[in-house]
């Protein structure tokens, strides 16, 4: 056949081409957000467990991420618990690092042509998703239907992409990208960026190498370009985020972009390796087969695994002087040591107490956001505070699940009485942070509809947060140090603070009565005042318990 004379219907290629892309899209999205619903919260506890260690880490990226088939919602996991203290960065890293392996495996699944039996898989997860009733075999369905519309979306591609490759002027161009492979990284930088998903990139790009039009060099760089196009995704996760958020970006981008750099230096060195095994696993029809692409990609991500796997301390220490401290909270390196719960209870309670005082630093830190966000509106500020209030919550559950499995032992009386006091701190701590964000979202609303409030109203609550902040920081520090007299003028300040509340209530509704505020002022000021007051009353909770000898609340000091 003379190629010159062929005929293209471009509206039904370009259709088809834009719809199996669509499908495929479509299709591991489904499949993704369905298996992070079956695997629920079990995938957060098997990262947040299983990665003590860089390599450790490793596999679990690995796991996680062939699991869900998104590198990017590893990532998004990882940085959830880096932010929470209960993930280091290093262990971050490995994460990452395992993800960027793990990602490779919707290639290898690609390459192994199961696009054949794509509409009986589809099938299959309809009967399950629509006619069953249980909502995890619903679940399940829905990931059978997303991995059928994965290989029936690339199908299509494929088949308008034979039609395309057919055209001299695409030869020649795709042609090109071996004469100048850096061409190459470039589309396959560019089309992963556009797309947001190098499952896609890398789909499209063993359809095309399977029509015999993109030579192995080509795919190989386009392979390259393709690691650098997916870093995109977590760098517009991380905007506006925290700096663990975007160190773990940062991570993400340095990771590929360095070993593309390098492997893009040995491209033709690279490419004779990639040739030679896939030749000797495929035959001699390997420049035609889909998962010699598939080589290159797995080849990449762990030699460069391998390769980053020993500078890793390096690259901690690199992320950390990039991104700076800005919006985020200093604490301690604390691991809730589970083989301590049976071993020795004592030093477990003990762990457990580290973990309570950076629960402390972070309620501390909302409480310095929220005091500056009353006054002086930052957006920025109010989303790190929402982030602290996320915080607090997860290092509660973590926390108290952890003393309670302590308790379980057989402790003796004085033991029992100081982890209770410390499930009930870790419970202040909580409402604390509860008060909080209500004060935060009172604040949000009043700054957006401009509400002013009145210059003695300013004034009254600017002595309140500073008495409080007083307050808050004695309480941690006494619980701290155990220090009773630290504790005792926190609990003797309940009174004022109480009486502070009334008084500013009254000046309050003086105010209302000379009609020198406006009505809506006034019933955001009087939650204001009642959330600020709650505040002080848990505070003096945590300063009982230091002065009790015996668990209770009931004991009052004056």
């Not at 004034?459 to 504790?487: G, N, P, V, W």
């Amino acid at each position: 056949m003379n190629f010159l004379t062929v005929v293209i219907d471009w509206k039904i290629t370009i259709f088809e081409i834009l719809g199996g892309l669509g499908i495929f899209l479509f299709g591991i999205n489904l499949m993704s957000d369905s298996l992070k619903k079956l695997a629920g919260a079990k995938l957060k506890l098997i990262l947040e467990k299983s990665t003590n260690t860089p390599l450790k880490g490793i596999f679990i990226g690995i796991l996680i991420t062939g699991l869900i088939q998104s590198s990017t919602g590893t990532t998004v996991l990882v940085v959830g618990l880096v932010r929470a203290g209960l993930m280091t960065l290093p262990q971050a890293v490995g994460v990452i690092f395992g993800a960027n392996i793990g990602t490779t495996i919707t290639s290898v699944l690609i390459g192994l042509k199961i696009s054949d039996y794509a509409l009986p898989i589809m099938f299959l997860g309809s009967f399950l998703s629509f006619f069953l009733q249980q909502r995890k075999v619903k679940d399940l369905g829905k990931v059978i239907i997303g991995f059928g519309m994965l290989f029936f979306g690339l199908e299509i591609m494929g088949d308008a992409l034979k039609q395309l490759v057919r055209l001299p002027e695409f030869q020649q161009m795709l042609l090109s990208v071996a004469e100048y492979p850096i061409l190459g990284v470039l589309v396959g930088g560019a089309t992963t960026a556009v797309i947001q998903s190098s499952s896609a990139t890398i789909g499209l790009l063993q359809q095309l190498y399977s029509t015999g039009g993109v030579p192995l060099v080509g795919a190989v760089a386009i392979v390259l370009g393709d690691n650098i196009g997916t870093t995109i995704t977590s760098v517009f996760a991380s905007i506006g985020g925290s700096s663990a958020s975007k160190r773990t970006a940062l991570v993400h981008v340095m990771f590929n972009a360095i070993g593309t750099i390098v492997f893009f230096v040995i491209i033709g060195p690279y490419s004779q390796l990639i040739g030679f095994i896939a030749q000797n696993v495929l035959g001699d029809g390997y420049l035609t087969d889909r998962m010699t692409v598939s080589f290159a990609h797995v080849g990449f991500n762990l030699m460069n695994t391998f390769v980053m796997y020993w500078f890793i301390k390096q690259l901690v220490w690199l992320v950390t002087k990039l991104v700076p401290n800005k919006f985020e909270i200093e604490l301690s390196e604390v691991t809730l040591e589970e083989n301590l719960i049976k071993e020795s209870p004592i030093l477990a309670l003990e762990n457990a107490k580290r973990a309570i005082l950076n629960m402390g630093n972070v309620v501390k830190a909302m409480y310095d956001i929220t005091y500056r966000f009353a006054f002086e509106y930052n957006h920025k500020e109010f989303e790190f505070g929402m982030q602290c209030e996320e915080l607090i919550d997860t290092l509660d559950d973590k926390i108290h699940n952890y003393l309670v499995r302590v308790g379980a032992n057989d402790l003796d009386d004085a033991i029992i009485q100081e982890l209770a006091k410390d499930i009930d701190t870790i419970s202040d701590l909580e409402r604390i942070g509860d008060h909080l964000t209500n004060l935060l979202e009172f604040f949000e609303e009043r700054h957006e509809n401009k509400i002013e409030l009145h210059p003695d109203a300013k004034a009254d609550l600017s002595i309140f947060f500073d008495t409080l902040y007083r307050t808050l920081h004695q309480a941690l520090s006494a619980y701290e140090s155990k220090d009773k007299a630290i504790a005792l003028e926190v609990n003797e300040r309940e009174d004022a603070l109480d009486m502070m509340t009334k008084k500013y209530r009254k000046n309050h509704i003086s105010r209302i009565n000379d009609k020198t505020c406006t009505e809506t002022e006034s019933g955001f000021y009087v939650d204001i005042l009642s959330n600020l007051e709650r505040i002080g009353d848990h505070c003096n909770n945590i300063a009982v318990n230091i002065l009790s000898d015996s668990y209770s609340h009931d004991d009052t000091f004056h």
